[in-house]
């Protein structure tokens, strides 16, 4: 089954081409993070009407790029939520129209669930049953994941994801948006061990996760660094390496208790978080010890894109699901 995948959830512009037979065809993006920076995050309304912008032009390039005729494409699956509704409202209508005009099915899919099963794509795809930690910037969970749709949450954060933890720390701290790859870029020249910041929820029995008191003790870190009047890069470089430590420590200790407590030893990474290089490193370590394996898409799938909702979109085709022509979209969906 030949699948057009569109991704309108944010402020990136994701289009692919999945077959179930060849694997991706071809791929596209458009971000629109120069477009936001200027605001310190995303605008709405902007990503919005440069998604009507984009899209038709990245559909006939994957196109060009797969060698495919329109005719040949089977169904089409669009990212219904969660997100911003004016940006789902675009990919959700273009693909309803692509879909009535051609003839085919369109389906809507969890950009969440999108990004679990964005591994998939790769040469080594995990098996289930597996953990998968969810790691974006709307979203920090841990899911156990037995099959296509089979999903069990074992724990998410009571206040800001992991994502949104990298980009208000950040923004605190002078730093572009996105603020995570601008904190990991940073800590590379941090100093370790100059300041040690706390693990949060880690002391008590759970699954679940709160980031919002670490952003401010960061904050406070860093004013009371102002104080004694050194805000030097080396200085705001060794408070990102501290917060990035604390934010992977955390994320690790949460992951080796799932991991425990479901007696699996794979675990997925996926969402924006999971391009960090020290949070693989350190989960790679963990799951050394424990004679299991990570596994998480190529960089470029761990943010937002449209390969991984037109292969979910697919496996979620080929097990039947059909949505009706209706524009249906949620801000926030539980997965
Ligand atoms: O999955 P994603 O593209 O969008 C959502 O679904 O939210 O994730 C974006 C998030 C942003 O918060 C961004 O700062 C974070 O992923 N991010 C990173 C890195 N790359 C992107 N956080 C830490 N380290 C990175 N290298
Ligand atoms: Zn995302």
Not at 60 to 84: D, K, M, N, S
Not at 274 to 299: I, T
């Amino acid at each position: 089954m030949l699948v057009l995948g569109l991704e309108t959830s944010c402020d990136e512009t994701g289009v692919a081409l999945y077959d179930s037979e060849r694997g991706l065809l071809a791929d596209a993006l458009f971000s629109q993070i120069e477009q936001h920076r200027v605001f310190g995050g995303v605008v709405p309304e902007l990503a919005s009407r440069d998604h009507v912008k984009r899209m038709l032009p990245l559909i006939r390039e994957v196109l060009t790029t797969a060698g495919v005729e329109r005719t040949q494409i089977e169904a089409i699956a669009y990212t219904a939520g969660p997100g911003l509704v004016g940006a789902l409202l675009v990919g959700a209508s273009c693909s309803q129209a692509l879909a009535f005009a051609w003839g085919i099915p369109a389906v809507g899919v969890h950009h969440m669930e999108g990004h679990l099963l964005a591994p998939m794509l790769e040469e080594q795809p995990p098996a289930f049953p597996f953990v998968a930690l969810l790691v974006s910037g709307g979203h920090t969970q841990l899911v156990r994941v037995d099959g296509i749709g089979r999903y069990q949450l074992l724990g998410e954060s009571l206040d800001d994801a992991a994502g949104e933890a990298f980009d208000k720390t950040a923004k605190l701290m002078g730093l572009q948006y996105p603020g995570g790859p601008e904190i990991a870029r940073l800590a590379e020249i941090g100093t370790p061990g100059r300041f040690t910041f706390p693990r949060p929820m880690t002391d008590r029995p759970g699954l679940d996760f709160s980031f919002s008191g670490l952003k401010t003790f960061t904050l406070n870190t860093w004013l009371q660094c102002r104080e004694a009047g050194d805000q030097s890069e080396q200085t705001r470089a060794d408070v990102a390496l501290a917060f990035q430590q604390a934010v992977v420590d955390t994320l690790t200790i949460k992951c080796r208790r799932a991991l425990k407590q479901t007696g699996l030893n794979n675990l997925v990474i996926a969402g924006g978080v999971s391009a960090n290089q020290s949070l693989r490193q350190s989960l790679e370590k963990m799951l050394g010890e424990l004679k299991g394996q990570v596994f998480y898409a190529r960089p470029r799938f761990c943010t937002d894109n449209g390969a991984m909702i037109a292969y979910a979109g697919c496996q979620r085709l080929l097990a039947g699901q059909q949505d009706g022509p209706a524009i249906g979209v949620q801000a926030r969906w539980p997965m």
